[in-house]
């Protein structure tokens, strides 16, 4: 891909955040946008790619299509991977993996497949050079992903290498944590805006926090890690560098930001301030320890968001059974005036908390089907309807 020819790529999502993603791509500079189930086509040049990873909050990667295939068995794909001038892409020094996706495909053992992939792409290194790139499982400088339908293929090429969700900053994991990208999708919906106070009462490891604070002050999500595109062979180091001064440098003119936290548990809120330290935002966040069940709202109104607990065992289910009335219980006595979003997989949540939804908005956590539910505090609210 030269600077300025532009590339077919494609970046997965969480479920749920394709059109959102859409319009951040676009915002970007992305050609073509197509949003397709759990992720974006797009068109652009490298600069546009490098953007991409730098500065999206929904993506999960962003993948360069290198090649489109019909095929009807392993040796179709292993032919059709054969067929890529990899030398051309990367040095026989990186070290590699690959990654299979499959939908209905008729093929009967993906691991086979994988491996015929691989194969192909060492082939074609020993033709090109006479020795071939070592398979790194764990920490591959370069991921090839094949995804595969009934009866066509496409190889992508990851520009992103770890995925986009980790951004670079996060030190310790919590309960449970939330995906990056999930969390910033999550904040999107909402449809807060940096002017507006901002609660995540149940903040573990305080990850819509980071986000928010991150957005609010215009910092690239990407600024502190690296990319799989800078261990390709057309990596441009000059058009990189200046891609990432020309990132959205830290707003001037940004709000002054009144952003709360809080958690019930001490080594949540410990874990919650070491990663908003790491992401250097602390300053912009305050938090402290406190049950939502009693604690007072900050602001006569704003924007609450979280995520509370969910149980697999039945102990933790009774519990929230428990839990879900109280809640509503404390948000109508001390939160009217204020937007408050739930994120849950837990379907008893909606009845439970005898809150009516203004709407519920369907999102996936990797497999996970989850809703994010509006409710409306109004004083003297909805009981019983
Ligand atoms: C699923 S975790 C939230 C994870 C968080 N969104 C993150 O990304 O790290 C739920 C959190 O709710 C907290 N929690 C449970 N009951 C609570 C209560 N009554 N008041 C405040 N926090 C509570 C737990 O300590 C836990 O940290």
Not at 43 to 54: D, I, M, P, Q
Not at 97 to 117: E, G, H, Q, Y
Not at 318 to 326: I, N, Q, T, V
Request: charged share 25%; hydrophobic share 40%; net charge positive.
């Amino acid at each position: 891909m030269s600077s300025n020819r532009s590339e077919s790529l494609f970046a997965p999502c969480p479920r749920g955040l394709e059109a959102l993603l859409a319009a951040e791509l676009t915002a970007l500079g992305a050609d073509a946008v197509t949003p397709a189930a759990g992720g974006v086509g797009f068109a652009g040049s490298w600069e546009t790619c490098y953007r991409a990873n730098l500065e999206s909050r929904l993506a999960s990667r962003v993948l360069w299509r290198v090649r489109e295939f019909e095929y009807a068995d392993e040796a179709g794909v292993y032919a059709a991977a054969r067929e890529v001038d990899w030398p051309a892409l990367f040095g026989v020094e990186r070290s590699l993996r690959v990654n299979l996706t499959a939908i209905r495909s008729p093929l009967k053992s993906l691991d086979f497949t994988t491996l015929r992939i691989k194969d192909a792409v060492c082939d074609r290194f020993r033709d090109a050079c006479g020795g071939r790139p070592d398979v790194d499982r764990t920490a591959p400088d370069v991921r090839i992903h094949c995804f595969l339908e009934r009866t066509h293929g496409t190889l992508y090429l990851d520009t992103s290498g770890e995925p986009l969700f980790k951004r670079g900053w996060r030190t310790e994991a919590g309960e449970a944590p939330l995906r990056e990208n999930l969390a910033a999708g999550i904040l999107r919906l909402t449809g807060w805006r940096p002017e507006e106070p901002l609660l995540d009462p149940m903040c573990g490891s305080g990850t819509l926090l980071v986000e928010a604070a991150m957005m609010a002050r215009g910092r690239s999500p990407g600024a502190k890690r690296s990319f799989g595109f800078e261990k390709f062979a057309s990596f441009d180091a000059r058009l990189w560098q200046r891609v990432r001064e020309n990132a959205a440098e830290p707003a001037s003119h940004a709000p002054k930001l009144q952003l709360y936290g809080s958690d019930n548990d001490s080594h949540a809120l410990a874990a919650a301030r070491r990663n908003l330290a790491a992401a250097g935002v602390e300053r912009w966040v305050k938090l402290e320890q406190a049950d939502i069940l009693t604690r007072a709202a900050p602001a006569p109104s704003g924007v609450l968001v979280a995520n509370p607990p969910y149980g697999e065992r039945i102990g933790s289910e009774e519990a929230l059974a428990r839990f879900y009335p109280a809640l509503g219980d404390a948000l109508k006595a001390r939160f009217a005036g204020w937007r408050c979003y739930l994120f849950s997989s837990d379907t008893r949540l909606a009845k439970l908390i005898r809150l009516q939804p203004a709407k519920r908005t369907p999102l996936f956590n990797g497999a996970l089907e989850c809703r994010l539910y509006e409710f409306a505090i109004v004083a003297g609210s909805h009981r019983g309807r």
